[in-house]
C-alpha cells in the first residue's frame, strides 16, 4: 500500500533555532497534505493543509509566520518551526489523501517528535 | 461543525474481556468517512477501519468489530477477549468527502485502553 514516510523521526533542538520536518508520499502523488501536532496525552490537531503549488491553509490559532510550510512538489512537503521555543514541544504527524479506483485512502507518517530545550 | 466524542478517557480491563469503545460524531454532510486509529507508545498511528456515510453495514476482523448506527450518529468498536498487545490509546475520527477527494481527519480525544494480564 501507499506509504507516507517523515524525517527526522526525532529531533531534539536549541530553543531559538529552527528545525525542519519533511514529509514525504513515497509512491503515490499529493496535492494535498494535512500537518497535525499531537501534544503530550492529547489528541491530534489540525495544523495547516499543504497544497501543492500554492500557499497552505493554517487553522485558526496557529501562527502562519512561525510554522511555514512549503509543498514545492508532489511528493514532499515541509514543515519549518522557526525559532523553535520550548512550547513547541510536540509529535508532528502529516497525512496524505489519495484515491484508487474506488476507495479513498488516508495515509499517514510515523511522526516526528520535537523536543526543543 | 464537526465533532467527535470520545466519552471514555481511559479504560481499564482484564485479559480476555471484551471492551467496547464509544464514537459519537456530529455532521451535517451526507457523505463522509469514519475511522478508528489505534496509537500505541511509539506514536505511530495504525489504521484499523474506514466506513463511508452510506455503509452502515457492522464488520468483524479477527477479535475486532465496529458498530456503526446512522441513527444515532455512533461508530463504535468493540474487541473481543481482549489482549496485552491491545493496550494503546484508540483514536475515532471523522472526516468529509469533497471535491473527489478526502477532507482532513477531525479526531476524537482518544481512549487510553490498559489490559492487565
Known amino acids: 500500500g501507499a506509504v507516507v514516510s517523515q524525517h527526522p523521526s526525532w529531533v531534539i533542538c536549541k530553543s531559538g533555532t529552527s528545525v525542519k520536518i519533511e514529509c514525504r508520499s513515497l509512491?503515490?502523488?499529493?496535492?494535498?497534505m494535512f500537518w497535525y501536532r499531537q501534544f503530550p496525552k492529547q489528541s491530534l490537531m489540525l495544523m495547516a493543509t499543504?497544497?501543492?503549488?500554492?500557499?497552505?491553509?493554517?487553522e485558526q490559532g496557529v501562527e502562519k509566520d512561525k510554522f511555514l510550510i512549503n509543498h514545492a512538489s508532489l511528493t514532499l512537503s515541509t514543515l519549518t518551526v522557526t525559532s523553535a521555543h520550548p512550547e513547541d514541544s510536540s509529535f508532528y504527524i502529516c497525512?496524505?489523501?489519495?484515491?484508487?479506483?474506488?476507495?479513498?485512502?488516508?495515509?499517514f507518517g510515523p511522526g516526528t517528535r520535537l523536543t526543543v530545550t | 461543525a464537526q465533532k467527535v466524542t470520545q466519552a471514555q478517557t481511559e479504560i481499564s480491563v482484564v485479559e480476555k474481556e471484551d471492551v467496547t469503545l464509544d464514537c459519537v460524531y456530529e455532521?451535517?454532510?451526507?457523505?463522509?468517512?469514519l475511522f478508528w486509529y489505534k496509537q500505541p507508545p511509539s506514536g505511530e498511528l495504525v489504521f484499523l477501519i474506514r466506513?463511508?456515510?452510506?455503509?452502515?453495514q457492522n464488520e468483524i476482523s479477527g477479535r475486532y468489530s465496529w458498530n456503526f448506527q446512522k441513527s444515532t450518529s455512533s461508530f463504535n468498536f468493540t474487541i473481543t477477549a481482549s489482549q496485552v498487545v491491545d493496550s494503546a490509546v484508540y483514536f475515532c475520527?471523522?472526516?468529509?468527502?469533497?471535491?473527489?477527494?478526502?477532507?482532513?481527519?477531525?479526531f476524537g480525544k482518544g481512549t487510553k485502553l490498559s489490559v492487565k494480564p
Open positions: 497525512s496524505a489523501p489519495t484515491r484508487d479506483r474506488v476507495l479513498y485512502e488516508q495515509y
Open positions: 509512491d503515490f502523488q499529493a496535492t494535498t
Open positions: 499543504s497544497n501543492e503549488g500554492s500557499k497552505a491553509t493554517y
Open positions: 455532521t451535517r454532510d451526507t457523505t463522509y468517512y
Open positions: 466506513r463511508n456515510s452510506f455503509d452502515e
Open positions: 475520527a471523522l472526516s468529509e468527502a469533497y471535491g473527489g477527494s478526502q477532507g482532513n481527519l477531525i
